[in-house]
């Protein structure tokens, strides 16, 4: 008996030391993010940290609005950009898992209108060259609406394709992931942000969406952009444009951008953490499994060598030293994010800044680079 009290003693004395060491090594993080806020401009961040797969600190900083003076909280939501992409990838490859559509097929079969590289009018754009950055196709005519790359609707269509042929180069295009979003829609028969809120986030018990309209928009964490010459911020009213009018007169498979599959969802850092594990774990989750193993394998795996980049998914040594990471950057309006992940060690990192210096340290946002280096610092190591 003496012994099992011995030990349940020694055992809640160990718990309450390591609880200590990790308040503190929180507070030196915060101390240092904090002191990054009072040298670079920065209006907010918002950050969670995963260890052993497990969300162990979210915290955030600064404002979510600057006029109205408003904190930012780790219920605040932002538009996280390009992040938004392996949304849509991981909603794809839930089709390809049901065999109701296959990575090799003609993108033209699915969109509905001719998808043709015209120097290359006999090689066929598939749908994991638009995944992967390597259809050929470019923003050059914008990506807004599918009218850009229809030869039906735009007279200068062919310029939305590269001199060089389909999968035999990278071009990074939010066009690509536009398409695949009104792919899904016609597919599916469901509009793309009640997909992903159907099949992604209420599986996985998140707050967030593509659709603005459909959120609480307390939560909603406003954009400014830096201004290099003023050194100030100014408010990015278009980036929750609520595109209302748009939304009424919707066409399936066609109005599809109006959601942006390539940049619009809106989600707190906490939450987009949450989504990061499941990709960490290769599609697994708590309830179950969001995608098959192998195809999450597929999205992480390395297309484009020189890019690192596999389908809405890059992998780096150059965030963190001696770590190759798996994940995504977005950069829209003035919002800069980060998601990066190491599957082998369980950790990753969540970054999102509502407005920030937009100088960079090995091709990342400086601010979110350092960030993530020190709750790495202070947090993991």
């Not at 090799?104 to 754009?125: A, H, M, W, Y």
């Not at 906490?270 to 989750?285: C, E, T, V």
Request: charged share 20%; glycine share 8%; aromatic share 10%.
């Amino acid at each position: 008996m003496k012994k099992i009290v011995q030990s349940t003693l020694l055992t809640g004395f160990m718990m309450l030391v390591a609880f200590h060491q990790s308040f503190a090594q929180a507070e030196k993080a915060e101390a240092e993010i904090q002191q990054l806020m009072r040298t670079t401009p920065v209006v907010g961040l918002s950050v969670a940290v995963v260890k052993d797969n497990k969300v162990i600190y979210n915290h955030s900083f600064g404002f979510k609005d600057v006029e109205k003076e408003s904190p930012l909280t780790n219920e605040s939501i932002f538009r996280i950009a390009s992040i938004s992409k392996s949304f849509t990838t991981t909603a794809i490859m839930q089709l390809v898992a049901k065999k109701q559509i296959s990575l090799d097929q003609d993108v033209s079969e699915l969109v509905g209108f001719k998808i043709r590289n015209p120097k290359f009018p006999n090689t066929v754009i598939t749908l994991k060259m638009l995944l992967s950055h390597r259809s050929s196709i470019n923003d050059s005519e914008g990506y807004f609406s599918l009218d850009a790359i229809d030869p039906a609707k735009n007279p200068n269509w062919e310029k939305s394709y590269n001199a060089y042929e389909p999968d035999k180069g990278y071009m990074y295009c939010n066009l690509n992931y536009n398409l695949a979003g009104s792919i899904l829609e016609k597919l599916t028969g469901v509009r793309f942000d009640k997909y992903i809120q159907q099949q992604i986030l209420d599986p996985l018990g998140l707050y967030g969406g593509y659709n603005v309209n459909a959120l609480d928009s307390n939560l909603i964490a406003k954009i400014y952009e830096f201004n290099k010459e003023t050194k100030g911020f100014t408010l990015s009213p278009n980036a929750y444009a609520p595109r209302t009018e748009e939304i009424s007169n919707y066409t399936m498979g066609r109005s599809t951008p109006i959601f942006s599959p390539t940049g619009g969802m809106k989600i707190s850092a906490n939450d987009l953490a949450k989504y990061m594990i499941m990709h960490s774990q290769l599609g697994k989750y708590e309830g179950g499994r969001m995608i098959p193993k192998k195809l999450s394998q597929q999205m992480q795996a390395i297309i484009s060598e020189e890019e690192g980049y596999g389908m809405a998914l890059e992998n780096t040594t150059q965030l963190i030293a001696g770590k190759t990471m798996i994940g995504h950057t977005g950069s829209a309006y003035g919002l800069y994010s980060m998601l990066f992940f190491e599957p082998k060690e369980k950790i990753g990192f969540v970054v999102i800044s509502n407005g920030c210096d937009t100088k960079t340290i090995n091709g990342f946002n400086a601010v979110l680079h350092q960030t993530v280096n020190s709750l790495y610092n202070n947090l993991i190591r």
